[in-house]
């Protein structure tokens, strides 16, 4: 129960900054960090040295593009490309162009919670691959699969890349895996990223660049925050901070408060006090193995069936179908 009940909690942002900041430890979602200004420091991330992620996945996806071209395009069937988190497209854009001068049969359909990203996808699909039909759809993972509406009888080839899915916990990951194979049909496929465990180090220097660029994204959640909900969070006063777990294979985003803060968000009528050195958690970023990612299979009803990976073993690509 809130006690608030003057405020109403009417959008999932409010809910879930509310229960949050309410919590201790506090934690926010890292998918609220995607906004105009988020999705632009993404897209500078993805430009760092540091983050391999990007690099090595267009490796794979160009290296792979004819096999992937038959595998998904199956004799030429007509079949529906849809992207979770699609962001920029980046990679995907290999696929399209590949796929497109392949002439295959598709439609491209791209998810994000970011309306901002979607619409930038849309316009510059327009103008690099004029002939493709897109149909963006806005939602979080977890609501948009029923929105599209396909008949049982349209293939569907799902895609999942940039590690997107290391975002969830491994409970929420077996969830929203499940969901996608109980929506999948048998010559359905979902073709995932997933960043592989490595030196640590490697890893650390992804998610804590010296610029300051990993700080600046993870901070945009305050911004936002300030900014929709009527807030004033000193973000100065919030240090990103990064650990990473080669046990487990997460690594997790914090901030931490400097000094002693209080902070209002008035749309939710909501004092937050935060003591010396108090975390707000951010992001996991789950790094993998093969027999993790067997296992996630194996709990969601999914058969791997193929892989792909780089040379130095870094990341890879996996082929599942429905169990
Ligand atoms: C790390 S970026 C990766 C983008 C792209 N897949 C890539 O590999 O370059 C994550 C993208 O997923 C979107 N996103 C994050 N959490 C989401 C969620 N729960 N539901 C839908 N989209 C989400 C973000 O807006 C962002 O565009």
Redesign the pocket.
């Known amino acids: 129960m809130h006690k608030q009940l003057a405020i109403s909690l009417d959008t999932p942002f409010k809910q879930e900054v509310y229960e949050g900041l309410t919590s201790y430890p506090k934690f926010l979602?890292?998918?609220y960090?995607?906004d105009e200004a988020?999705?632009k420091l993404?897209q500078n991330i993805?430009d760092m040295p540091e983050y391999y992620?990007?690099n090595t996945?267009y490796d794979i996806l160009e290296q792979n593009k004819t096999d992937l071209a038959q595998i998904f395009g199956c004799g030429k069937k007509p079949f529906h490309l849809i992207?979770?988190?699609?962001?920029?497209?980046?990679?995907?854009k290999i696929l399209l162009r590949h796929f497109t001068e392949q002439n295959l049969e598709f439609i491209f359909r791209p998810?994000?919670?970011?309306q901002n990203?979607l619409n930038q996808l849309q316009n510059n699909l327009k103008t690099e691959i004029p002939q493709l039909r897109t149909e963006p759809l806005q939602?979080?993972?977890?609501e948009?699969l029923q929105k599209l509406n396909l008949s049982t009888d349209e293939r569907k080839i799902i895609l999942?890349?940039?590690?997107?899915i290391g975002?969830l916990c491994h409970e929420e990951a077996v969830e929203f895996l499940s969901q996608i194979q109980e929506y999948m049909q048998p010559e359905d496929l979902l073709f995932i990223?997933f960043d592989q465990k490595k030196n640590p180090e490697t890893i650390l220097n992804a998610y804590n660049d010296e610029t300051g660029i990993t700080a600046k994204f993870n901070k945009n959640l305050l911004v936002r925050i300030n900014k929709e909900l009527d807030a004033n969070f000193n973000v100065d006063e919030f240090k990103h901070w990064e650990v990473y777990d080669p046990e487990t294979g997460t690594a997790k985003s914090y901030l931490v408060a400097k000094s002693p803060q209080e902070v209002f968000l008035q749309a939710l009528d909501l004092h937050v006090s935060f003591k010396a050195w108090e975390t707000i958690h951010t992001e996991i970023s789950q790094k993998y193995d093969d027999n993790t990612v067997q296992w996630l299979a194996e709990q969601s009803n999914l058969t791997i069936v193929d892989e792909f990976c780089d040379q130095k073993k870094y990341y890879k690509n996996y082929l599942l179908k429905k169990s």
């Open positions: 979602s890292s998918k960090i995607y988020g999705d993404f993805m992620l990007t996945e992207e979770m988190g699609a962001g920029d497209g980046k990679k995907t998810i994000d919670i970011s990203a939602g979080t993972y977890f948009t999942f890349l940039g590690s997107n975002n990223g």
